[in-house]
């Protein structure tokens, strides 16, 4: 069955509420329309032609007649090209599963809007009320006339297909020559590797499928948009490819002057690595998708990561950066955590830069850190200088200041790759 669902659960409309449809073949509601998408998918030179409006207004849920939940779906197509918008209202709490999402005939293409059967996906604190897709709170947008071949694209992907790595536990890409040189922190590289395990790695390849926290304090170069133990022997695929024209540069162009205002940045040249619905080890049949985007533009560069669908895992991973030493080092919040995976994951749900399943990154330089005890320490970092954590020390602009603070109860005091730090729990 090809089905569009905007908010599929248990309803009644018997008593209260309307479910009203229309459709418009001119006015005013195809020029808001053809705004919209062209807004929301730049570069297309949409027109709109045609535009449906399913309307569920103040319905109820069964048995509980009397609550009040409203939605909408907004079908656009203008020629070949055919888009959906999801737009929601005022979601009354449900007791009943909700899924939000589209889904094709054999599931060829589908999506699965986050939040969907968990506790958020209604009430005051619903995600697709809060949240979004496209920048635009409560409203989430797809493009339905097509998709790439053998792969769904999510909303915020950069496209998916390439060249797909070897099928091996604990396995590497062959090194990749780099069309561009990427500037990394004041390093330029040349090659890359994409590791199975969820990071990427410059010099070398990198087998390690037990996630470290950062800083590292060691001697790789590393970014990890999904650090864990995977394995896409069975199922799921990691590819890569590169782009030094065309529509993907466009996008990633204006993606970044869009989340780093003033730069008047250009895009050069764009890496897409992505693990695609690849399985925990040893829990072969999970599906997973995340994805790692480098983008330069002469000596400025940057790392977008963008997060699909993320099995639930009770293993450890960790997401953000890390450098040689650790001068510069960066961790996505929910790493570490059980919030990092599973249909609330931080990773999926959440975002440094308003875009819902999407952290951005500048790291070609950063600011000039501290030392201690000839080892560099990153600006605004923290540790304890001794094994009993009795003296707090933190990297400011004027060096590293130190005060004596305890761990609060009930964290322990545990050493790590530098000096020692107050863990509630096991470091990992």
Not at 24 to 38: E, F, K, M, R
Not at 317 to 327: N, R, W
Not at 337 to 343: E, I, L, R, T
């Amino acid at each position: 069955m090809d089905i569009i669902a905007p908010f599929w659960t248990f309803m009644d409309n018997s008593q209260t509420g309307l479910i009203l449809y229309n459709q418009y073949t001119n006015g005013s509601v195809l020029q808001q329309a053809t705004q919209d998408i062209n807004s929301y998918f730049p570069n297309l030179n949409f027109s709109a032609e045609w535009v449906f409006v399913a309307t569920w207004y103040e319905v109820a849920y069964y048995p509980t007649t009397g609550t009040k939940t409203t939605f909408q779906v907004v079908l656009i197509s203008g020629g070949e090209k055919s888009f959906v918008l999801m737009n929601y209202g005022s979601l009354a709490e449900a007791v009943w599963n909700v899924q939000a999402g589209y889904d094709t005939i054999n599931s060829f293409h589908y999506f699965t809007i986050p939040g969907s059967l968990s506790s958020s996906a209604s009430g005051v604190n619903s995600t697709f009320s809060l949240s979004s897709n496209i920048n635009v709170t409560g409203r989430w947008a797809f493009q339905i006339d097509s998709g790439p071949d053998n792969f769904k694209f999510k909303g915020h992907f950069y496209p998916i297909p390439g060249l797909a790595s070897y099928r091996s536990l604990d396995g590497s890409s062959p090194l990749i020559y780099l069309q561009r040189p990427f500037v990394y922190f004041g390093k330029t590289y040349n090659y890359i590797y994409v590791n199975h395990n969820g990071h990427l790695t410059f010099n070398s390849p990198f087998s390690s499928y037990t996630p470290q926290r950062f800083p590292l304090y060691g001697s790789r170069d590393i970014i990890a948009p999904f650090w864990t133990d995977l394995d896409n022997r069975q199922n799921g695929f990691v590819l890569y490819n590169q782009y030094t024209s065309g529509s993907v540069l466009q996008q990633a162009t204006q993606d970044i002057n869009s989340y780093f205002p003033n730069l008047n940045f250009s895009a050069e040249w764009v890496f897409v690595a992505t693990w695609y619905e690849v399985a925990y080890f040893p829990t072969t049949g999970t599906k997973t998708t995340f994805q790692a985007v480098l983008i330069s533009g002469g000596q400025t560069s940057f790392v977008l990561m963008n997060y699909g669908a993320i099995a639930s895992t009770s293993q450890n991973v960790q997401a953000g950066y890390d450098t040689i030493d650790s001068v510069h080092h960066l961790t996505i919040p929910g790493s570490f955590s059980s919030s990092a995976s599973g249909v609330n994951s931080t990773f999926s749900l959440s975002s440094n830069i308003n875009v819902t399943g999407r952290w951005a990154f500048q790291i070609d330089s950063g600011p000039d850190g501290c030392q201690f005890k000839n080892r560099s320490v990153q600006l605004g970092d923290f540790f304890w200088s001794d094994s009993n954590c009795t003296q707090k020390c933190t990297c400011t602009t004027s060096g590293v200041h130190c005060i004596t603070k305890l761990c609060s109860f009930p964290e322990t005091c545990q050493q790590t790759n530098f000096q020692f730090l107050c863990f509630n729990g096991k470091s990992a």
